[in-house]
């Protein structure tokens, strides 16, 4: 099997592990701007933007909310130790771009806040909505999950190149006073 076959999703995924609703991430961290479309645009809340870094995490550099850049750090430490076969091969498609989620005309995507990143392998995007996902997607979401990352592949409409940060790790910021 090649690394970006695409397989089943594996039952099991994202045990534990909720993605972040729109309300969550606006109490949480506030609004990243004041008008949103389905284009990439920049961030214009100042205290948000203050958030943002850009940095190396292993494979690649990129931009997003501070935090959820440090956890990249981990991650990415974790899949070159566990699967470094999957990491020499991992690219990114993006973190931060405040815009709608692909296909709707309310609801914000969490790339807005820069807590979420798409992910290709060996250059290759994972097909979105078909329910499957490509096979070192699969290998290495395990270890997004353990450090309470969300994996897109069970959203309604799977879209499994897609981590974010959980729910549960917001509201673990929040609880720590890191929010």
Known sequence: MKPTDEIAIPAGTNAGLSGCTNSLMLSALGKPRSVFTAECAAITNKNLAKRIKTDNVGPFRVTGFDLAVD?????????????????????????LCCRLVRGSKTSISNHSWGTAIDLTIEGKLDVRGNGRAQAALIAIAPIFNKHGWFWGATFRIEDAMHFEVSAQRINKWKAEGKL
């Open 71 to 95: 956890d990249l750090k981990a991650i990415f430490a974790a899949i070159k130790a566990q699967r470094p076969a999957e990491y020499a091969m991992l690219g990114t498609a993006g973190m």
